[in-house]
């Protein structure tokens, strides 16, 4: 069921509080899509990764083969495969502040450069500077999976920090054209100043407004996408004790006010009714939270149960991944 939601999306986000099964639950997405014959693209998005574990091979900041056709269920016969890339913010943010000096060096005149570095050094440190730079390997990302993937499918981090994610786009897309703006403005008064000479000075206005409109574009595109139901899927994973509920509840307040479409919820890990007293009393418990969130979000619900044993490597993910409903190609 979850499985046929998505097909036609081309980008996937799963979030949920932490510890739920997000990891989980969007590794097994990714290998029912790919059983399906997608090209599909997994990214950890948590700089906590644990791609790596659950498919039990290295995995790093490019992508890299998790499932390819030989491991998928025979029979598919399809080219489709599951790569993984868990985005490392620290060589990100590092790549990031290296490109902005290369910039500020070429277009800023020699004086600036100390005072610049300077100041790219207190960036290194400065809150924001981190989100952005995972949002741009996001946007990237979604980039690549127009070119080479059918879909993309992001393991985020527990919710807040996600949203955050989700709403920077917006933020950083009018923190650029108000910078645009004041370019125009300087440019305007520098060219009178100049009288409309000066080559030097245009050519280094024109790459600097080339910088921040191909950043301003880019997530301009990705909030496109983003809210494009579509395009886009967002799935929040919840287990049903109180406060993922709670949790869940706010996240579809704050993911519908962003303008994106939550296209599924799943309750991951239901106790089983037939199997001890215990299990049988927080099945029931469960069962009047879930009675409570459906009253309060009319989302697609899935319900995944708690699953004896370990859940690694390719088998695991499958076994999941046919609890997650057929998948139609
Ligand atoms: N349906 C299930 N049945 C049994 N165990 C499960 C199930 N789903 C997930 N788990 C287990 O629960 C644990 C947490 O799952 P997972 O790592 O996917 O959660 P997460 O939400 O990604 O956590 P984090 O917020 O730390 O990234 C793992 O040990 C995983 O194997
Ligand atoms: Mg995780």
Redo the contacts with the bound molecule.
């Keep these: 069921m979850l499985l046929d939601l998505l097909t036609s999306r081309r980008v996937v986000f799963v979030g949920?509080?932490?510890?739920?099964?997000?990891?989980?639950?969007?590794?097994a997405l990714a290998l029912g899509r790919a059983r399906a014959g997608a090209r599909v693209l997994l990214v950890s998005t948590?700089p906590?990764h644990?791609l790596g574990h659950?498919w039990d091979r290295p995995v790093g900041d490019e992508p890299t083969r998790l499932a390819g056709p030989g491991d998928l269920a025979p029979g598919a016969g399809t080219a489709g495969h599951v790569d993984g890339l868990e985005i490392d913010p620290e060589r990100t943010v590092e790549q990031h502040l290296s490109a902005v000096a290369g910039t500020m060096r070429r277009l800023l005149p020699e004086r600036m450069h100390a005072p610049a570095a300077r100041h790219l050094e207190l960036a290194r440190l400065a809150p924001g500077t981190h989100e952005s730079a995972v949002l741009e390997r996001i946007a990237e990302a979604v980039e690549l999976g127009e070119e080479a993937y059918d879909l993309v499918v992001f393991?985020t981090?527990?919710s807040g920090h996600t949203l955050r994610l989700l709403a920077l786009p917006e933020q950083l897309a009018s923190w650029t054209e108000a910078l645009l703006a004041n370019r125009d403005r300087s440019e305007r008064f520098g060219a009178a100043v100049r009288g409309l000479g000066g080559g030097e000075h245009r050519d280094r206005d024109a790459d600097l407004r080339r910088v921040l409109l191909r950043r301003r574009n880019r997530f301009s595109r990705l909030r496109k996408v983003v809210t494009d139901p579509a395009q886009a899927g967002f799935v929040v994973?919840l287990t049903a004790e109180l406060l993922p509920i709670a949790e869940t509840m706010e996240v579809y307040e704050k993911l519908t006010g962003l303008g994106v479409e939550v296209t599924a919820l799943v309750a991951?890990?239901r106790s089983p009714a037939d199997a001890g007293e215990v299990l049988a009393r927080r099945r029931g418990q469960e069962d009047q939270h879930l009675v409570r969130l459906r009253q309060q979000v009319d989302v697609p619900l899935l319900e995944?149960?708690?699953?004896?044993?370990?859940?690694?490597g390719t088998q695991a993910l499958a076994a999941?991944a046919d609890l997650l409903g057929p998948s139609s190609s």
């Design positions: 949920g509080k932490g510890g739920v099964g997000k990891t989980s639950i969007a590794a948590d906590a644990n659950l393991d981090a527990p994973v991951n890990r995944v149960p708690l699953l004896p044993g370990d859940l690694v999941l």
